[in-house]
DNA sequence: CATGAATGAGATTTCATTCAT
DNA sequence: CATGAATGAAATCTCATTCAT
């Protein structure tokens, strides 16, 4: 019983997705914005108060699909898991990258966005032990080198993640890749 | 009586330098450049004529450091060179962070800063073409795995470099492990 | 099935009114009003126009009431008319300020609009006519002070009518002390 | 050393106060301010970091001129003293309604503001100490009429100092009429 | 040279009003 | 009728850049 919606809240946040992975939270306009969008700079303002409130909804969305992607990871064999959690991320590869944002969000602005910052942080916090939990399992289990602190084989790996596919390559095969070098490393077994 | 003189070009690129690490390329205002340094604002207009010469002058200026640091380089035995590559490029770390932001710079606005750019670019080539030469040495010289693309291998390692060292290892220290890491993997040796 | 009747437009002037008491005619929103009614804010365009027709309407309103009010009030003994008048004014207590917004209407966006701001330039005039008269036949009866011109006795009279009620008097009672200090001072009988 | 001042904070302040006179507090936009000024709207935030700030400004500036008139006032007897102070605030005519735009200020835009707002405060609680201190001493020197509540006796006093002078009769005169009609009523004494 | 001051272009946000169901 | 949704105009504010001393 009214006009036609121009865009739903969910084509916004893809839209804000991109726009943050493209060109980061300080080159985040709206302008650009509703041009990726069909409809006018002022009717955002009809679903989010603010710049701040669009950005954190945008990062809670991800958090959320990321969470919900490592649920019951722990029931798998560690190194198994430890496989699947470098799927998960490949596949949500924004994740770290819109993370980054977070601390440049003017929490002050509006409550809804800090109260999506707080979620960030709790779910932050939340897979960070889960995850650190499944790493100590894989060198409990004599899975991991014991020569370098765990921190270090753990950073590395969620670093990695984020290493730029120039050649192009499926998901799946660049995962196997990853892996291998993570796991193996790049050296010619036969010299070591 | 002639004014003191404010500051010092060199001064302006290491305030510039630091606040594109810190804030990125769109968070970089002349407002916060001059308030790092003892001048006023108008003053660095005296040295550059715009906000995008200023950036790729900062650029360019790290892409020479680090083609002189990398100079002769290739004499070195290939692993050996790889090695010494690393702890170069874990130096000057900001290189990669610095360079992601060339795209962003508006070329339109400036001659000087264009060939700035273009001279990034030249260089940029230079420096991969010798360094992709190096692990091509490597690899025809039986040092690295096989079964994985060579470009590969060499983005995760060029990649590797940029993991942040949230222990606050020394330098040397970090290195070895990074390239301990990329060279034989976080797997145990015992169990693979 | 019909949707039921948002408002009447007399709860609209109603609620017009209170906001314009509470905030001024600057501080009078479209969107304010609709969230003290029970309907949406597009509901208002059902009765008028556009703000200026509602604030108009708000204060024919009133000066209608008012006018009605103050009907054969001429019969009365000058003095006790102007008892009466001063509790007619104090019960039409925003009379005053409401008329204040008048002047910053603007009277080309609607023809409506301009009509009730005529009827509102009339109506003073003619009450200004009478109450004037009034005073005038006060004066003439030897009821008021002969040694400060009368216009300036009646603007006291008018403008004392505003005084806040701080202290929460009653009306009755306010307003007996308001006549009996604009009528004999507020110096001391005994000590003039 | 620089290019010729546009205008001074003083005329800046001249030219918010006339609006804020002329408008109120919702009328005063920095366009206006900026078309009675001879600049552009973005050079008034050389000045003040936002609107905010300037209107505290103006008010603190009218409240330090009253707060100096004021002063010393408590040595002169006690009706000479309120004759005095009827003076005072009829030339700084404008206090009462500047301050009226107080509560409308939002604190939280800025600290300056926020300052400014509490020395209005301040000034307010010491200037009502100070005058309610007079009127006492007054009433008690039998100068003042004791049927009707002291509180109430000064609120009309303060009140009436802004009837509107429609027959522009010259202050000083104006200010005998007002404390006159005050002192002793609108009412003819030979009849009473 | 160095700089205080001025300013226009552009970003965010609000709100009266129109549109379409 | 009633209204949810859309939107342009205008307000606030920031910042790169120019000007004049």
Redesign the pocket.
């Known amino acids: ?7 739903t809240k969910s084509e916004l946040l893809d839209a804000t997705e991109r726009l943050l992975m493209e060109r980061g939270y300080d080159g ?7 041009e990726m969008l ?17 950005v954190a909804a945008c990062m809670r969305r991800t958090m959320e699909q990321t969470i919900e992607a490592c649920e019951g990871i722990e029931q798998l064999e560690p190194v198994a898991a430890i496989k699947k959690v470098l799927l998960i991320f490949l596949e949500l590869s924004n994740f770290h990258t819109l993370m980054l944002a977070a601390p440049k969000i003017d929490e002050t ?2 409550d809804k966005a800090r109260r999506d910052l707080e979620f960030l942080n709790e779910g932050h916090a939340d897979l960070k032990k889960k995850l650190t939990a499944l790493f100590q399992k894989a060198q409990e289990a004599g899975a991991l080198r014991a020569d370098i602190p765990l921190p270090v084989i753990t950073a590395v790996f969620f670093h990695a993640i984020d290493t730029p596919n120039w050649l192009n390559v499926p998901t799946e095969e660049w995962a196997d890749m990853l892996f291998g070098l993570w796991w193996n490393g790049g050296g010619n077994p036969l010299t070591k």
């Not at 019983?1 to 865009?7: H, P, T, Y």
């Not at 985040?28 to 509703?34: G, I, M, N, P, T």
């Open positions: 019983m009214a006009r036609q919606r121009a865009f985040f306009h709206l302008k650009a914005l509703s069909s409809g006018a700079r002022s009717t955002i303002y009809e679903y989010y108060a603010n710049k701040e409130e669009i602005a509006s």
